[in-house]
């Protein structure tokens, strides 16, 4: 890593980390009801609990806030389904788009609902402004407001004692959505407006092209049917191309969610690699930035809530050590280039006239650092919106967001996810320590016993099941062979990436593989839906759990969990689940893909 890249990196966690802390005494406050903003406020608040029957003096039990959370989404993903499918006769459509098939529908409804944003389609093709806005803008907030609300109800589980409920979810999502998701996305569309980040409502726009040209146009008949020759080839015809049309809509609103809620899913086919959606360094460094602060922010409101500011501290810095290390190896590993180039002469050094190294699907006007800390971000967060095609990656800078995948989404993680996938890790970490002296497990001061471990068990084992044999049946199955572009290992990391992203809700993807099919959406949309909801469920369980359990008093033989010890023995966790799960399909997949890069084969 050059000087420059070390700098942008650098610059970049310290303006995350500053900003981290107001951020996270907000959020704090918001959640406790303390805030000024919710004194202001509150009579709207109260007058929507009212509208829907709520009664937010009325705390719920694990069980109910669970079934709350799946019903509100459930209701959520039938309503997105039914916009998409009815689309063609709804309103705000200039382009007058038709349906969704039933396979794209659900697997979108199911993706967006859950806070993957997996796009099998191209959005400026196939959606409606209306289904942008009513549809995938509205759950980006809601999707992003869930995993925020079940990490806070975890804490609560942490925090309280001898207590049989872990808060109100209905209060939490509105408190959440009003209060911190709404105005801070005003905040960052505002700013991504200033960069050029279009925000319209108008119909697609022609406009004349620089430099006119000729392409062979397929020539039809009288009744719109190709018309081949004597062999049965298409005859083509040349056909001036004076023109080209731009999509337009309300791309920054649904950008600032879309990167602050860590959705991912684009305006745009090319997400924010398009112009309209990202164009200048600082908008990408500004998306970036929306994609962690709240995942960085809620480490330490957990400390807050606990009483023990170390103990955020201590996960935030097991996430931020993790994050640093990760970009270094991504940006070296795409600034060193292709060896194969290198044995062919081409110049892939870094001068005043060129970036170096492999510069293939990324922009020009960010460069490999800042690229190479996106990719990073967005798959270490669990965000998925891309500015670099990752398809076209160096075998080991593709095995990087792989990998961040794959350990669970915790490094950051998405809102909320990351922080209570990290939490059960750490709920591991203790009990492997507790093993190793004969000692029942302590953590924050609760006892971790064998209940919180059989759904710790769950939370670690269940995305990588579907991770595996969802891969598994892909390539055993002809329909899931029948979408690989790429033969050989880089088409299996596509599939394995592919499956990768669907269960731990991340929702980028190496985009050679074809998945906009029935057997890839109804098995994605498996691997989304149990990925979310099936680790969700033991986590609010464990939160119940907690919360009626009594506070301990440290001892001596209690293991401190807020030093650099515990960070490491946290870190060494995550990896050891994440890397001896995964290692023989990545070897098979980036591995034996670098190996063949280096030998040229």
Not at 168 to 188: A, C, E, G, K, Q
Not at 505 to 510: E, K, P, R, T
């Amino acid at each position: 890593m050059n000087a420059n890249n070390l700098l942008q990196s650098l610059l970049f966690i310290v303006v995350l980390l500053a900003a981290a802390v107001p951020v996270a005494r907000y959020l704090t406050a918001v959640m406790d009801g303390t805030s000024r903003v919710v004194r202001v406020f509150g009579p709207l608040e109260r007058v929507l609990y009212r509208i829907a029957g709520v009664d937010a003096g009325s705390e719920m039990s694990w069980k109910q806030y669970a079934i709350a959370t799946i019903a509100f989404n459930a209701l959520g993903a039938l309503f997105l389904y039914g916009l998409l499918r009815l689309q063609g006769f709804l309103p705000g459509n200039p382009q007058q788009f038709g349906a969704m098939t039933v396979d794209g529908a659900f697997n979108t409804a199911v993706s967006f609902v859950t806070n993957t944003n997996w796009q099998d389609y191209t959005p400026e093709q196939t959606v409606s402004y209306l289904a942008q806005m009513l549809g995938f803008t509205v759950q980006n907030f809601l999707s992003a407001a869930t995993g925020i609300v079940v990490v806070i109800a975890l804490i609560r589980g942490f925090a309280r004692h001898t207590a049989q409920t872990i808060g109100n979810f209905w209060v939490d999502l509105t408190r959440v959505t009003m209060y911190v998701l709404v105005p801070m996305s005003m905040i960052i569309a505002g700013l991504l407006m200033s960069q050029g980040v279009i925000q319209n409502m108008k119909s697609y726009e022609d406009v004349p092209v620089l430099q006119a040209s000729t392409y062979a146009a397929p020539k039809l008949d009288a009744q719109g049917n190709p018309v081949k020759d004597d062999k049965g080839n298409p005859v083509t015809v040349p056909t001036p191309l004076t023109k080209q049309t731009l999509a337009m809509g309300p791309v920054a609103s649904q950008e600032a969610i879309k990167m602050l809620g860590t959705n991912g899913g684009g305006f745009f086919n090319a997400n924010s690699a398009h112009p309209y959606e990202n164009p200048t360094p600082f908008a990408n460094f500004l998306q970036i930035f929306s994609i962690l602060i709240i995942p960085a922010a809620l480490c330490l409101v957990f400390g807050r809530m606990i009483g023990d500011r170390r103990q955020g501290i201590a996960v935030l810095a097991a996430m931020t050590v993790a994050f640093v290390v990760a970009v270094g190896f991504e940006v070296s590993a795409e600034q060193g280039g292709n060896p194969t180039l290198a044995s062919l002469h081409v110049d892939q050094s870094t001068s005043a006239l060129q970036p170096g190294g492999n510069m293939e699907g990324k922009e020009t006007r960010f460069g490999i650092a800042q690229t190479g800390i996106f990719t990073v971000a967005t798959t270490a967060a669990s965000c998925g919106a891309v500015d670099t095609m990752h398809d076209s990656l160096t075998p080991l800078g593709g095995l990087v967001p792989m990998l961040l995948m794959q350990l669970g989404e915790v490094i950051f993680g998405g809102v909320g996810s990351g922080l209570y996938g990290m939490l059960v890790f750490a709920l591991l970490a203790v009990f492997v320590a507790g093993l190793m002296i004969g000692r029942t497990p302590e953590y924050v001061g609760k006892k971790i016993e064998s209940y919180e471990m059989k759904m710790v068990s769950i939370v670690v084992l269940l995305t990588p099941l579907l991770v595996l044999v969802g891969t598994s049946i892909a390539v055993l199955a002809d329909a899931g062979k029948a979408g690989i572009a790429n033969p050989g290992p880089h088409g299996f990391s596509e599939i394995l990436y592919a499956f990768s992203s669907a269960a731990n809700n991340n929702g980028s993807a190496f985009a050679g593989l074809t998945v906009g099919t029935p057997f890839y959406n109804w098995m994605t949309a498996i691997a989304m839906w149990f990925g979310r909801f099936g680790t969700i469920v033991p986590v609010l369980a464990i939160a119940g759990s907690l919360a009626a359990k009594k506070r301990i008093a440290v001892t001596s033989g209690t293991l401190p969990t807020h030093g650099p010890l515990f960070v490491v023995l946290l870190l060494g966790t995550v990896l050891l689940v994440g890397a001896l799960t995964y290692v023989p399909a990545l070897a098979l997949g980036p591995g034996v893909e670098h190996l063949m890069m280096w030998l040229g084969a």
